[in-house]
C-alpha cells in the first residue's frame, strides 16, 4: 500500500507542501513569497491588527495570511489590484495619523517606510498634531512617539520573550496608544532594557541609544561572537566600525539565545574602548610606581621570576588564578604552564569563589561535575525548581524563559529567602531562612518519601542509598526541621506534593546554595531532589547550575583547579601522568594543589611566594578583603593581565594588558556545558594582547622555546585539547564548532555532543542519594551581630562593575544598596535612602538603605558591584570544608545609622 | 404560526398578554411555586447528549446578534477530558437600542439561571461566568441575589439537585467597565480572564479554545433562557412558532423578545413571533408611531444591523431580513424607528460616533478609518463637505470588517454597515448636504485640522 500523496495547496500559482497548523505566512516565506506586514515577528504569537498580510482565497472572504492556517486545496493570492489597493489604503491609515515629518517613503528605510515607498503612498497624508517631544530618558532606549503605529510587536515582544510586561495600550479606538508606564519616561518603567521590543520595533519609534542613527556611520564589520558576561553564553551579532564596537544584537536563531539578550550583553560594551584601558604592559618601577615597558622586556621579567622563585622555594612556592572571563584556550594554557613548565597544581580560578561546591556536589553523586541538563530543557519542563538563585537579574536571559515557561503553565517552585522577582510567578515560594537549605531540601524529600511521591522504578534501577536517607529522614520531624528553615510546614507539603505530582523537573540553582558552607552539602541534598523524582538524564529534567561567568564552565573544564587535571582527570592516575608526560613533557605532581583560600593563606604566611591572577579583581570581589590584600602585598612576584589597572592590578610587580572579549579568537563553554567561539569585532587597543599569546610567550621564555609551545592559533590549542582529555573533547574541533558550538562530553569526531548527561545511566555507575546533615552556619548571629546578610547581584551590572561601571549602565544603578525589610528599618530609625552602616566581625561598608518587602524581616541583602561600597571586606573568611567555597550568603551583622558621608 | 401565549415572559406580565405594570422580581420560592426548576430536574434525568440533540432539532438561533444554531454551536465542543470547561453568559447588552437581555434579569433572573444549569448539564460545562455590563448596576444585584439562592437551594454549588447525578455547576457573576467591545464573545472572555477586552484572532474557537485555554461556550441571556422551554416542551412545538426560511436558509423559530424605541407609542420589549412584519410590531405592539407620524426608517436590531429604508417598514422580523432588505441581518431584533422629522445626517454622525469611540483600537481600518468616517460625518453634517465626500465615506465604510477581511471583530462591520446602509437609503438627504465638487477645486481645500478632501480621497486610493 503506498502513502497517499502529502496535501498541497496552492500560493499564487505555486503547489506548495500543507503543514498541520501552518499559517499561510509561514508556508508563503518557506517558499521564498513576500507578504508584506507590520503586526507579525517569527518569534510572537501573531497580533493580527495591521491587517497588512490580507491576502486573498478562492471561495473565501479575504484573510489575513498572519494567523490564517493553510488548509489543503486551498488556492491562495498574494498580490493583485484589489490588495494593493487595501494594502495601499491601510498604509495611508496609519501614515495619516502620524505627523507629517515623522516618517516618509524610504526604500532603505524601516520596514513601515519601506512600504510606504513601495505601495506609493502619498506623502502629503499627515496628521497636523504637533510632533510630541522624544523619550530620552533611558541611558540605553528612546522612544519617538510621532513614529508609532500602535502594532503592539513591541508589547508582544516583551511579554512573549522576555516577560516583563512594561507595555500596554491606553485608550479606546483612534485614541488607542502605547504607553509604558505611569509616565512617558522609559526610565521610569519596569523596563529591563534587554532590547527585545526594539528589534521588532517596525517604524523606529523604539530604538536603541548606543547605536549610530541611521544614515550616520555604518559598520565596516560584524562577527558572530559570544556574550562576556554571564554564564548563559549568549551568542551576539558584533557590528563594529573604526575599531569601535557599534552595536550587539541577538543571533536570531542560536541555539542558546534565539535572538535573545540582556541590557549587559547588549548594551554594556562600551567599556572596551573606555579611556583608561591598559595598552602597554607595565612594571613597577623602583619608587613602587609603574612604568610602561615593552612586550619583550614584561616577557622576560616574568619568565625569569617565575624561575628564580620555583628554583628558590619550590614549584609549591608559585601559584595561578585563571579568569572565567577569558577563553579555553588561555585557561587551559595556563594551567598547562604552572603544570607542566613549573611542576605545581596550584591553579585554581574563580569558580572557587561561587560554584566549586555545586561542581563537587554533582561530581560525588553523578560523576561529572556539571549541569546535566541544557536550556533547551526550560521550554520541555513540566515543573522548574529554583533555589538559591536569581535568574532575573543575575542569569537575564534563562531568567526570562523560566518565567515564560510559568506563565505557559509549567508548575514553578521558587526557594530563596528573598521573594525574588520569580517568585511572583511560582505556585509556591519557600522563604528558607539563610543557611537553612540543607534542611529545607531534607524536609522537602521526607515527604516525597513518606507520601509515596517519588519515583520509584528510577530510583531503584538507576540509584544506591535510598534505605538508608528514608531511614535518615524518618528521624527528623517536619516540625523540627521548621524551626531551622522558619517555613511552615504545611508550605513544605504543598511545595512536595506539586514537586512529587509534577515531576520529573528541571532543578535550578546557583550561587545561593553554592556559596555557603554547607555549599557541597545544599547541593547534595538538592540532588536528591532530582534524584528522587527521576530527573536525572531526562529530557526536560535535570540539575541545571546556573553557572556565573561567561567561562566560569571552561575554566574547571580547563583544569584550573588544584585537585583535577583537564577534563577532570585525576593527578594521581599513572595513564593521564603518561598521556600529559607526552603531551606538554612533564606530568604534574600527583598531590593536589592549593585552592585560592588556601593560597591566600599561604601567601600570608610566606609559603606562597608568586601568584599571577589573570583577569580577576579579587582585592575586590574575594571574601575578607582586609585578608586578601595582606595576601598580595606580600608576594615576591604578583602578575595580573587585565583590562584595567584594578585594585589588584595596583599591587602586580608586571601588569599585562589584555585584550577584551570583542578583542579576541577562543572559545567559552557556558553553563549547558557548550563550548562556542568567540571571534574578534575589533583590535585590541594599543598594544594590549589577548592572554593566551601572553601565557605562550611566557613559557616559551621560560621553557627555552620549547616546541611543545610553538602554538600559532587558538584552534591549535583546541586540538591539543582533544588529545588531552578525549573523553570529553575528543570530538571539538573548531572546524566542527559551527554556529552553535558543541555540548561535551563529545569524544569522537562523529558524536553530536549531548545535550542530557547520564541519559543511559550514570558515569559513576549509580546516583547516589545522600544523607545530608545540617551544620549550622558558622558565622552566627548573636545578641551584637543580630541581623544576616546576604550578597549578590543586580540586573544591570556585572559582578565588581569593572566592564558594567565604565558604560552607561552606571546611570541605570549608580550604587550599590543595602535592601533591608521595612519593619527593621522601623526598629532601627532608617528611613529609606538613609546610609547605614554594616558591621561584621570582619569589616565594615556603608550603604544607602532601601526598604523592600522582598525581604524577609532580620535579613539584608547588599549587592557588590561598585568599589567604593566594599561589600566583601564584610564578608568573613568561612568556607565550605570540601570546596573552599567561600560564604557570601550568611554573614551576621550589625547595622547601624551611618553620619553623612564626609565627601 | 404566531406565538399564542407568553414564553420568554411568562412570569413577565407584558402587552398584550398582561399588563406591564403588573411587573415585579420573581424571587425562588415563587419560581418553583410556578413550575420553575422543574425542566432542570427532569433534564438532570436524561443523557446530556439528548438534550444537545432536542436543542439542535429546535433550531434555536443565538439571540445575541449574530443569530447562530445553538445546538450546532454546542457540537463544537470536544469530549469532557476532566477538565474544567466553562459557560459564558453574555449579558453585555451594550448594542445602543437593545434593552431585552435586561427585562429577563430585571423579573425573572431565575428563567436564565434554570438555563445555564441545563446547558452545564447538557453540555458538560462546570463552571459558568455571568458577565454583566457595568451600567446594570440593578440588574447585577438581582441577579447575584438569585445566584446566591440558587447555590443555597442546590441548584449551583453541587448539593441538592445536582447530587444525584454527581455534578457540580459553579456561576460566578463578572461585571464589566463600560465597554461595548466586552459583548464580542471573544472580547468577553479576555475581560473575564482580567485583560483588556480585546477580541482574539479566530480560530481557535472558544468551544475549542476559550476562557482560559478551555473549552468554553458563549450564549446570550435569551438563548439560555429560551433552552428551559425547549428542553420543556420539545423541539417540534418550540419550531411550531415562527417561520421557515423562505430563501433557504436556515429557519427562524420560536418567539423572540423584541424591545421596540424610537418614535413609537409605546416603547418596551415585547415577545412576539419571529417573521412579524415590522409594521404590525409597530402598530401592533408598540402602540403605532408617535403623534402619527410617518415612519421613516428602522435600525433593524441594534444599530450594527443598518437601517431599513422609508419603504421596507412591512420587512419580516426574521433571520432572513439581512439579505432581503440590504441590512446585515436581525441582530437582537430591537428596532428603533424614526419617524419623518428624523435628521438621518444626524443619526449616521451619532452612530459613527459610538463606534469609533468603542473601537477597541486593534485593527488599523477600524481605529483609524473610524476616526475618518466620524470626522467626515462631522463635516457633512455642518455642510462643509462635497459631493466627493460621499464617496469617500462609503468606500471607507464599504473598506473595514470582518466580511471585507480588514478586522479581527464585528465592531467594524456594524460600522460598516449603519453608514453604508444610511447613507445610501437616504443618499438624496445627504446629497441635499454638501457642496457639489468639481474635480480640481478641493484639491488645495485645507482645513483646520491640516487634511482636505482630497488628501483623504488620496489616503484610501480612490
Ligand atoms: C462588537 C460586538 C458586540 C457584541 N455584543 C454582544 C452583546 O452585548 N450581547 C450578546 O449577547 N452578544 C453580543 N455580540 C455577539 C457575541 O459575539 C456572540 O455572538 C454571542 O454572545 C453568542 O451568543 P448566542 O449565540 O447565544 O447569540 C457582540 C458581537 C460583536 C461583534
Ligand atoms: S513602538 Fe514600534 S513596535 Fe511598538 S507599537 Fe509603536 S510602532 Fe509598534
Ligand atoms: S544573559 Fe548572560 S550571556 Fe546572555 S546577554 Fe545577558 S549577560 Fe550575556
Ligand atoms: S474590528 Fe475594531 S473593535 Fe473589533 S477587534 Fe478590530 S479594532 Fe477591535
Ligand atoms: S501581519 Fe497579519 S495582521 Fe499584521
Known amino acids: ?903 | 404560526m404566531p406565538v399564542t401565549e407568553p414564553v420568554l415572559t411568562r412570569r413577565i406580565p407584558t402587552a398584550p398578554w398582561g399588563d406591564p405594570r403588573d411587573r415585579r422580581i420573581i424571587g425562588y420560592d415563587e419560581y418553583v411555586r410556578t413550575g420553575g426548576y422543574e425542566t432542570l430536574r427532569r433534564a438532570l434525568t436524561m443523557d446530556p447528549s439528548s438534550l444537545v440533540q432536542t436543542v439542535k432539532e429546535s433550531e434555536l438561533r443565538g439571540r445575541g446578534g449574530a443569530g447562530f444554531p445553538c445546538g450546532l454551536k454546542w457540537t463544537f465542543l470536544p469530549p469532557p477530558d476532566g477538565n474544567r470547561r466553562y459557560l459564558a453568559i453574555n449579558c453585555d447588552e451594550a448594542e445602543p437600542g437593545t434593552f431585552k437581555d435586561r427585562l429577563l434579569c430585571d423579573y425573572d433572573p431565575h428563567l436564565v439561571l434554570e438555563g445555564i444549569a441545563i446547558t452545564c448539564w447538557a453540555c458538560r460545562l462546570d463552571t459558568a461566568y455571568f458577565f454583566i455590563r457595568g451600567e446594570y448596576h440593578h440588574q447585577a444585584k438581582i441577579v447575584e441575589r438569585a445566584i446566591r439562592e440558587a447555590y443555597e437551594k442546590g441548584v449551583f454549588g453541587g448539593r441538592g439537585l445536582m447530587q444525584a447525578c454527581d455534578f457540580k455547576v459553579d456561576c460566578h457573576m463578572h461585571r464589566g467597565a463600560g465597554a461595548y467591545i466586552c459583548g464580542e464573545e471573544t472580547g468577553l472572555l479576555e475581560a473575564v480572564e482580567g485583560r483588556r477586552g480585546w477580541p482574539r484572532l479566530k480560530p481557535p474557537f472558544p468551544a475549542v479554545k476559550g476562557l482560559f485555554g478551555r473549552p468554553t461556550i458563549v450564549n446570550n441571556v435569551e438563548t439560555l433562557a429560551a433552552v428551559v422551554p425547549i428542553v420543556d416542551r420539545g423541539a417540534a412545538w418550540w419550531k411550531s412558532m415562527g417561520t421557515a426560511s423562505s430563501i433557504g436558509a436556515p429557519g427562524s423559530y420560536g418567539p423572540k423578545l423584541m424591545g421596540v424605541s424610537g418614535h413609537v407609542n409605546r416603547p418596551g420589549v415585547y415577545e412576539c413571533d419571529l417573521g412579524i412584519p415590522l409594521r404590525k410590531l409597530v402598530d401592533e405592539f408598540a402602540g403605532g408611531m408617535r403623534a402619527g407620524r410617518r415612519f421613516k426608517g428602522a435600525i433593524a436590531g441594534g444599530v450594527s444591523m443598518g437601517i431599513l429604508g422609508p419603504d421596507q417598514f412591512d420587512a419580516e422580523m426574521d433571520f432572513d431580513i439581512g439579505r432581503r432588505y440590504d441590512v446585515m441581518g436581525l441582530g437582537t431584533a430591537c428596532p428603533t424607528i424614526f419617524d419623518d422629522q428624523t435628521d438621518m445626517v444626524a443619526v449616521a454622525r451619532n452612530i459613527s460616533r459610538f463606534f469609533s469611540n468603542e473601537s477597541c483600537g486593534q485593527c488599523t481600518p477600524c481605529r483609524e478609518g473610524a476616526q475618518w468616517m466620524y470626522r467626515l460625518l462631522c463635516r457633512i453634517e455642518e455642510g462643509d463637505a462635497t459631493t466627493k465626500d460621499l464617496d469617500l465615506l462609503n468606500e471607507l465604510a464599504g473598506s473595514m470588517g470582518i466580511i471585507p477581511g480588514t478586522t479581527i471583530c464585528g465592531l467594524a462591520d456594524g460600522h460598516n454597515w449603519a453608514v453604508r446602509t444610511i447613507l445610501n437609503k437616504y443618499w438624496a438627504e445627504f446629497a441635499g448636504r454638501v457642496k457639489p465638487s468639481y474635480h480640481g477645486l478641493t484639491v488645495s481645500a485645507g482645513r483646520a485640522d491640516g487634511v482636505s478632501s482630497a488628501r483623504i480621497v488620496g489616503a484610501t486610493g480612490a
Open chain 1, 1 to 903: 500500500m503506498s502513502d497517499p500523496p502529502p496535501p498541497t495547496a496552492t500560493i499564487d500559482g505555486r503547489v506548495v507542501p500543507v503543514r498541520a497548523g501552518a499559517t499561510i505566512l509561514s508556508v508563503a516565506a518557506q517558499h521564498g513569497i513576500d507578504i508584506p506586514t507590520l503586526c507579525h515577528a517569527d518569534a510572537l504569537a501573531p497580533e493580527g491588527g495591521c491587517r497588512l498580510c490580507l491576502v486573498e482565497i478562492d471561495g473565501q472572504r479575504p484573510q489575513a495570511a498572519c494567523h490564517t492556517p493553510i488548509a489543503p486545496g486551498m488556492i491562495v493570492r498574494t498580490t493583485g489590484d484589489r490588495l494593493r489597493h487595501t494594502r495601499r489604503s491601510l498604509l495611508s491609515l496609519m501614515r495619516a495619523a502620524l505627523p507629517a515629518d515623522a516618517v516618509r517613503p524610504d526604500p532603505a528605510g524601516t520596514r513601515f517606510e519601506r512600504l510606504l515607498a513601495a505601495y506609493d503612498v502619498p506623502a502629503e497624508v499627515a496628521s497636523s498634531a504637533p510632533r510630541p517631544a522624544m523619550d530620552e530618558s533611558h541611558p540605553y532606549m528612546r522612544f519617538d512617539r510621532s513614529k508609532c503605529i500602535t502594532c503592539r510587536l513591541c508589547l508582544n515582544a516583551c511579554e512573549q520573550v522576555q516577560g516583563q510586561f512594561v507595555y500596554g495600550i491606553e485608550g479606546r479606538g483612534g485614541a488607542a496608544r502605547l504607553i509604558y508606564g505611569p509616565t512617558d519616561r522609559f526610565a521610569d518603567s519596569a523596563c529591563v532594557a534587554c532590547g527585545a521590543c526594539v528589534d521588532v520595533c517596525p517604524t523606529g519609534a523604539i530604538t536603541d541609544r548606543d547605536r549610530v542613527p541611521s544614515g550616520g556611520a555604518r559598520s565596516d564589520r560584524a562577527v558572530d561572537s559570544v556574550c562576556g558576561y554571564c554564564g548563559v553564553g549568549c551568542r551576539g551579532h558584533v557590528e563594529s566600525a573604526d575599531g569601535i564596537v557599534l552595536r550587539v544584537t541577538g543571533v536570531r536563531d542560536a541555539a542558546v539565545n534565539r535572538g535573545h539578550l540582556c541590557v549587559k550583553g547588549r548594551y554594556a560594551h562600551a567599556f572596551h574602548h573606555s579611556a583608561d584601558r591598559l595598552t602597554t604592559p607595565l612594571l613597577r618601577d623602583r619608587g613602587g610606581g609603574f612604568r610602561p615597558a615593552t612586550w619583550s622586556e614584561a616577557i622576560a621579567f616574568a619568565a625569569r621570576r617565575l624561575l628564580e622563585i620555583r628554583d628558590r622555594d619550590g614549584a609549591d612556592a608559585l601559584g595561578t588564578m585563571t579568569s572565567s572571563r577569558s577563553t579555553n584556550e588561555a585557561a587551559y594554557l595556563l594551567q598547562r604552564l604552572f603544570r607542566s613548565v613549573i611542576g605545581t597544581n596550584n591553579t585554581d580560578c574563580c569558580a572557587r569563589v561561587c560554584h566549586s561546591s555545586t561542581a563537587v556536589a554533582l561530581g560525588l553523586v553523578t560523576g561529572t561535575g556539571a549541569a546535566t541538563a541544557s536550556y533547551a530543557d526550560l521550554e520541555e519542563a513540566g515543573l522548574l525548581v529554583v533555589a538559591g538563585a536569581n535568574p532575573t537579574e543575575a542569569h537575564p536571559v534563562v531568567g526570562a524563559r523560566i518565567r515564560q515557561a510559568a506563565l505557559r503553565g509549567a508548575a514553578l517552585i521558587v526557594i530563596d529567602p528573598r521573594r525574588i522577582e520569580l517568585a511572583a510567578y511560582a505556585d509556591v515560594h519557600l522563604p528558607a531562612w539563610p543557611g537553612s537549605n540543607v534542611v529545607l531540601f531534607n524536609a522537602l524529600a521526607k515527604v516525597l518519601i513518606e507520601e509515596g511521591l517519588c519515583a520509584e522504578s528510577y530510583v531503584a534501577g538507576r540509584c544506591e542509598g535510598f534505605d538508608e536517607l528514608r531511614a535518615f529522614l524518618r528521624r527528623q520531624s517536619l516540625d523540627g526541621m521548621a524551626t531551622v528553615t522558619r517555613v511552615p510546614p504545611d508550605l513544605v507539603r504543598k511545595a512536595a506534593r506539586i514537586i512529587g505530582s509534577r515531576g520529573p523537573g528541571l532543578f535550578i540553582s546557583g550561587l545561593g546554595l553554592s556559596e555557603q558552607t554547607q555549599g557541597v552539602a545544599g547541593v547534595m541534598a538538592y540532588c536528591n531532589l532530582g534524584l528522587l523524582t527521576g530527573s536525572l538524564g531526562r529530557r526536560g529534567a535535570g540539575m541545571l547550575p546556573l553557572r556565573g561567568q561567561n567561562n566560569v564552565q571552561g575554566n574547571a573544564d580547563m583544569g584550573a583547579q588544584p585537585y583535577a587535571l583537564t577534563g577532570y582527570l585525576k593527578p594521581d592516575d599513572p595513564q593521564v601522568q603518561a598521556r600529559l608526560r607526552a603531551a606538554w613533557g612533564a606530568a604534574p605532581p600527583a598531590e593536589p594543589g592549593m585552592t585560592i583560600p588556601e593560597m591566600y593563606d599561604a601567601a600570608v604566611a610566606g609559603r606562597l611566594r608568586a601568584l599571577w591572577i589573570q583577569g580577576e579583581d579579587v582585592a575586590q570581589s574575594d571574601p575578607n578583603t582586609t585578608h586578601v590584600l595582606r595576601a598580595l602585598e606580600s608576594l615576591d612576584l604578583l602578575i595580573v593581565q587585565e583590562l584595567f589597572l584594578t585594585e589588584t592590578a595596583r599591587r602586580a610587580h608586571v601588569v599585562f594588558p589584555a585584550a577584551s572579549v570583542f578583542e579576541q579568537d577562543g572559545t567559552f563553554t557556558n553553563g549547558e556545558r557548550r563550548i562556542q567561539r568567540v571571534r574578534a569585532a575589533v583590535p585590541p587597543p594599543g598594544e594590549a594582547r589577548p592572554d593566551w599569546e601572553v601565557i605562550r610567550d611566557v613559557a616559551r621564555a621560560m621553557s627555552g622555546r620549547d616546541g611543545r609551545w610553538a602554538f600559532t592559533r587558538p584552534s591549535e590549542v583546541m586540538d591539543e585539547l582533544a588529545q588531552v582529555a578525549p573523553h570529553l573533547f575528543g570530538g571539538v574541533s573548531y572546524a566542527r564548532l559551527g554556529a552553535d558550538g558543541l555540548q561535551w562530553p563529545c569524544p569522537d569526531a562523529d558524536h553530536p555532543g549531548t545535550r542530557t548527561v547520564h541519559a543511559d545511566g550514570f558515569v559513576r555507575g549509580r546516583a547516589l542519594l545522600m544523607c545530608v546533615e545540617y551544620a549550622p552556619p558558622q558565622d552566627a548571629t548573636d545578641g551584637s551581630h543580630p541581623y544576616v546578610l546576604i550578597t549578590g547581584r543586580v540586573l544591570d551590572h556585572y559582578n565588581v562593575g569593572t566592564m558594567t561601571r565604565r558604560t552607561p549602565s552606571a546611570a541605570l544603578v549608580g550604587q550599590d544598596d543595602l535592601e533591608l525589610h521595612p519593619e527593621d528599618a522601623a526598629r532601627l530609625r532608617i528611613h529609606d535612602g538613609a546610609r547605614v552602616r554594616i558591621t561584621s566581625r570582619w569589616g565594615q561598608a556603608v550603604a544607602p538603605a532601601r526598604l523592600s518587602r522582598r525581604m524577609i524581616p532580620g535579613t539584608v541583602f547588599l549587592s557588590f558591584h561598585f568599589p567604593q561600597t566594599q561589600t566583601n571586606r564584610v564578608v568573613g573568611p568561612y568556607t565550605d570544608p570540601t570546596s573552599r567555597c567561600p560564604d557570601y550568603k550568611v554573614v551576621a551583622v550589625a547595622l547601624s545609622p551611618a553620619e553623612e558621608a564626609a565627601t
